[in-house]
């Protein structure tokens, strides 16, 4: 029983931590309001557990017309580096369906983009003086 003990007070902790580095990232974004939104080219970035992306994000017109992954950092997800940067420009939205299989990839990725967005709009606030 002792020895069961010691088992369970030094796994415990192990777990925990090993746990808690492992969060899924929750989308923050939703469909763009593109009169918010400053022309130009504005990088956002996002982490989450184990995934890390940064994005360039080019604004036209008040349009998101690109997005490019300069950075994705996943413990398995890839598939979502080549998806999730169109569906978002096609539905002009940082909240698209995920890809099966790399959700959190797919979720860092849609919250780097809406960081970015973030930052477009601070511009546009600026820039009219809101």
């Known amino acids: 029983m002792k020895r069961l003990r010691v088992i369970f007070t030094g ?4 777990l925990s931590l090993s746990l808690t580095g ?3 990232a929750v989308v923050t974004g939703g ?3 593109g009169s918010r939104l400053a022309d130009g080219v504005f990088r956002g970035e996002c982490k989450a557990g184990p ?17 490019n992954l300069l ?18 420009v096609e539905k002009q939205s940082t909240a698209v369906d995920a890809v099966s299989g790399a959700t959190n990839t797919s979720n860092v990725i849609m919250n780097a983009v809406e960081a970015a967005l973030v930052v477009s709009r601070e511009q546009a606030g600026k820039d009219t003086g809101k």
Do not use: F
Request: charged share 25%.
């Open 11 to 14: 796994i415990l902790p192990v």
């Open 22 to 24: 492992c969060r899924s």
């Open 31 to 33: 469909p763009v309001d």
């Open 51 to 67: 995934n890390k992306a940064v994005v360039e994000v080019t604004i036209r017109d008040q349009n998101i017309t690109q997005v």
């Open 71 to 88: 950075q994705s950092d996943a413990w398995k997800g890839h598939k979502a580096d080549a998806v999730i940067p169109g569906r978002i």
